[in-house]
T-cell receptor
Framework: QKEVEQDPGPLSVPEGAIVSLNCTYS??????FMWYRQYSRKGPELLMY????GNKEDGRFTAQVDKSSKYISLFIRDSQPSDSATYLC??????????????FGQGTELSVKP | GAGVSQTPSNKVTEKGKYVELRCDPI?????LYWYRQSLGQGPEFLIY????????DSGLPNDRFFAVRPEGSVSTLKIQRTERGDSAVYLC????????????FGQGTRLTVV
């Protein structure tokens, strides 16, 4: 079993829809939780990160972490065709001011149709 | 440049040959990571440098893989006796010493072993 599980999709939604992307994990030591967006043939781009449990909002994006359930989510409001990409969740046990390897999910391919 | 730069962007090599992949991190970033991404999968950790030293090389698949960062900036990933299974996108990321556990990725080098 992988440390981080993510449904690969593909997920197709109409423009303007609310998108919900999710990951589950098994390692309770993870402290930081990230969401990356990856366009085709590009490197991953950090969208946002959260430390421990809670919510974080940035524009149309909201990240949620529930450590008790080992479950994280990314919500995209008012989705746009430009949001079409693969979304990767990632986690780390990093200690502040030190490096830490990221453990990624498989990625969910999202398509937003005009 | 402003971002992480990887060269070459594409590399085709014959089975059994030796290859070198280069990464120029963001200026001032002391942490540097190499990941490997196979088609349809999330990136998998290979090795992490803090400064010149490899702090964690637990992700290197075998002794054909080696990486260096002699001056604490540019890094080179070296693969000996390449195999078809080594075909993947090799991603480099860098992080600042201070601040959030965010990693900034390059565009990757797409390696194809024929």
């Amino acid at each position: 079993q992988k440390e981080v599980e993510q449904d690969p999709g593909p997920l197709s939604v109409p423009e303007g829809a609310i998108v919900s992307l999710n990951c589950t994990y098994s390692n309770s030591a993870f402290q930081y939780f990230m969401w990356y967006r990856q366009y085709s043939r590009k490197g991953p781009e950090l969208l946002m990160y959260t430390y421990s449990s809670g919510n974080k909002e940035d524009g149309r994006f909201t990240a949620q972490v529930d450590k008790s359930s080992k479950y994280i989510s990314l919500f995209i409001r008012d989705s746009q065709p430009s949001d079409s990409a693969t979304y990767l969740c990632a986690m780390t046990r990093m200690i502040y001011n030190q490096g830490g390897k990221l453990i990624f999910g498989q990625g969910t391919e999202l398509s937003v149709k005009p | 440049g402003a971002g992480v730069s990887q060269t070459p962007s594409n590399k085709v090599t014959e089975k059994g040959k030796y290859v070198e992949l280069r990464c120029d991190p963001i200026s001032g970033h002391t942490a540097l990571y190499w990941y490997r991404q196979s088609l349809g999968q999330g990136p998998e950790f290979l090795i992490y440098f803090q400064g010149t030293g490899a702090a964690d090389d637990s992700g290197l698949p075998n002794d054909r893989f080696f990486a260096v960062r002699p001056e604490g900036s540019v890094s080179t990933l070296k693969i000996q006796r390449t195999e078809r299974g080594d075909s993947a996108v090799y991603l480099c990321a860098s992080s600042p010493r201070e601040g959030a556990p965010s990693a900034f990725f390059g565009q990757g080098t797409r390696l194809t072993v024929v």
